[in-house]
């Protein structure tokens, strides 16, 4: 069978395990792809290659596509996503210092954002210096949910604590250094700051924002347009290395293949962690976190444009972009459910009905329409008990408004 060879940039971290299942499950040659993988040392390098085109697709955080789209990036230009690479994964992790300062103020040691928060704020009013957290990039899921946590807490970011920008595999050894006070950032590099660096996970992504994305494939509207075949052909791929990876007999070969060098090049115990979602969370203290990575349950693969539209309003809060319909408009366009829809109908996977959807409303798991459903989606409760409708973008906004 002849293959057509496709490169795909990502980063190592957990939640490229699907690109890499793909790859070393066959589910790609199955879809007659040869499929490359360059890991890569930093997100701007992969946002950079892949406007250069160094890259056909790549793992990139949810919100890159919408910024290089909105022209935040350095080279700013139509990005799609057509499916996500899972929900989750995403914590908080603080130095050892600072968790007993915490713990003083009340954190409660099992992972409650609210409490948490709470105990959070207490230290950082009463801290000489302004406290210094790390994320992963500018335009990432951990920068708008460590200031969504943050702020809800009572906490108001970058006046009350700075945010600086690391990659990934640095964060542990910044907090270790004392360059840093905590980190948002996905695994294993949480639990790797945990076992090497005294580090403490607070809260968790999942807990923040019950099932809720992070990273997705990645790439040019203008290569997607001319490759539809290709992109239909990868959707496929990415959607069986879910499946796979979803079965808990299938957890251990996959911790072990994330774990190799080519990889994470880490122990398959530290890997493993993610994915079963039982986390020692600092000292020894071990919890399980319900959900904490979903590579395919409650529809996790599919790039909802309500998901969209809730970082483009981080993005105004934040001030990096003019709230507008236009503006809305192209960050809903970059991801792409027609485009899953038409890949998947083939194998009679269950889709969702619509394109957008309410996050917030739900404490429990509830079925939604679907071609080939009902479709079981998990809790999409915000800790804070903050609603989101898509079709209220307007009133979010202005209810999110930053204290001076």
């Known amino acids: 069978m002849s293959t057509t060879q496709l490169t795909a940039g990502f980063l190592p971290l ?16 199955d879809e007659g792809l040869d499929l490359t993988l360059v890991r890569e040392t930093s997100w701007a390098n992969i946002r950079d290659r892949a406007a250069l085109g160094h890259f056909d697709i790549a793992q990139m955080l949810a919100p890159m596509p919408l910024a290089a789209s909105l022209g935040l990036t350095p080279l700013g230009m139509p990005m799609i996503a057509p499916i996500v690479l899972g929900l989750g994964n995403n914590a908080i992790t603080v130095s050892d210092a ?6 003083g103020q009340g954190a409660p040691g099992n992972l409650d954002p609210a409490l948490t928060g709470a105990a959070l704020a207490k230290v950082v009013k009463a801290s000489p210096r302004k406290l210094r957290f790390g994320v992963v990039h500018q335009t990432s899921s951990h920068n708008y949910e460590l200031r969504y946590w943050l702020s809800a807490s009572g906490i108001v970011p970058d006046r009350d604590i700075e945010i600086v920008v690391l990659p990934p595999p640095l964060l542990p050894d910044a907090l270790g250094s004392g360059g840093i006070d905590g980190y948002c950032v996905g695994e294993p590099w949480n639990s790797i700051g945990v076992a090497t660096r005294g580090g403490h996970i607070a809260t968790v992504k999942a807990l923040i924002w019950q099932s809720s994305p992070d990273k997705v494939v990645g790439m040019r509207a203008s290569w997607a347009g ?13 959607y069986r290395a879910g499946l796979w990876c979803a079965d808990p007999a299938n957890r251990h070969e996959a911790a072990t293949i994330m774990a190799g060098a080519s990889y994470l090049n880490n122990a398959p115990d530290i890997v493993e962690r993610a994915l079963t979602g039982m986390l020692d969370i600092g000292g020894g203290v071990l919890r399980q976190v319900p959900d904490y990575y979903i590579p395919h ?23 990096e972009v003019a709230a507008s319909p236009g503006n809305a408009e192209i960050a809903a366009a970059c991801f792409r459910p027609d485009l899953y829809r038409a890949a998947l109908t083939p194998l009679g996977a269950a889709l969702p009905l619509v394109d957008f959807k309410t996050d917030g409303t739900h404490a429990q798991p509830y079925d939604i329409p679907a071609e080939n459903g009902p ?6 409760r915000f800790f804070d008990g903050g609603i989101f409708d898509p079709a209220a973008l307007d009133d979010y906004i202005a209810s999110q408004s930053i204290p001076r």
Not at 98 to 103: C, E, H, P
Not at 226 to 238: E, F, K, N, S
Not at 375 to 380: C, F, N, Q, T
């Open 375 to 380: 479709l079981l989606m998990g809790a999409d």
């Open 226 to 238: 001319q490759h539809p075949d290709l992109v239909a052909a990868i959707i496929r791929a990415v």
């Open 297 to 319: 349950a409650s529809a996790a693969n599919f790039p909802w444009k309500s998901h969209a539209v809730w970082y483009y309003a981080q993005m105004v809060r934040w001030g």
């Open 98 to 103: 600072l968790w007993q300062a915490m713990a």
């Open 14 to 29: 957990l939640d490229s395990i699907l690109l890499v299942l793909a790859r070393e499950k066959g589910f790609a040659e």
